[in-house]
């Protein structure tokens, strides 16, 4: 199971009305850490699994790492379609770009997604699966 994870942004602000947006189409929350990042999750009271977002170079980068190299992926669970249609919209409207619309995925059986591009280019899916997804 998640515990956590982190990905490195540009720009902190852009990155915050993005992650604000997807966050409220989720029924999640954006959580303050500092001066450098936050995190993304359910809420302060339950904070953990939780994604950390920041412009602070981690330790454990190789030389040569900068922000948007590696591609990150991650997929958040939605209640239903219509969350996942949610988050879409909101993730367009405050800098994400397309990368998938919603609707089911083949091969995936009963799953409905849609993808996005966050600002500095990390993939961030939405998705419902089992009944749900119908």
């Known amino acids: 199971m998640l515990d956590h994870t982190g990905i490195v942004v540009t720009d902190l602000a852009r990155a915050r009305r993005f992650y604000d947006a997807i966050a409220a189409a989720l029924g999640l929350q954006t959580i303050d850490n500092g001066d450098e990042a936050f995190l993304f999750g359910k809420s302060a009271a339950e904070p953990i699994p939780y994604l ?16 948007g190299i590696n591609q990150m992926h991650i997929a958040f669970q939605a209640r239903d379609q219509a ?22 995925r083949q091969g995936a059986g009963a799953y409905y997604g849609a993808f996005v591009l966050d600002p500095d280019g990390n993939n961030i899916e939405a998705c419902a699966r089992g009944q749900a997804a119908q």
């Not at 950390?52 to 922000?67: A, E, K, L, M, Q």
């Not at 969350?83 to 089911?104: E, I, K, R, S, W």
């Open 52 to 67: 950390w977002i920041g412009t602070t170079r981690p330790s454990y980068w190789v030389d040569g790492s900068r922000p």
């Open 83 to 104: 969350m996942v249609d949610a988050f879409y919209q909101a993730a367009l409207a405050n800098g994400g770009t397309d990368n998938g619309a919603p609707g089911p």
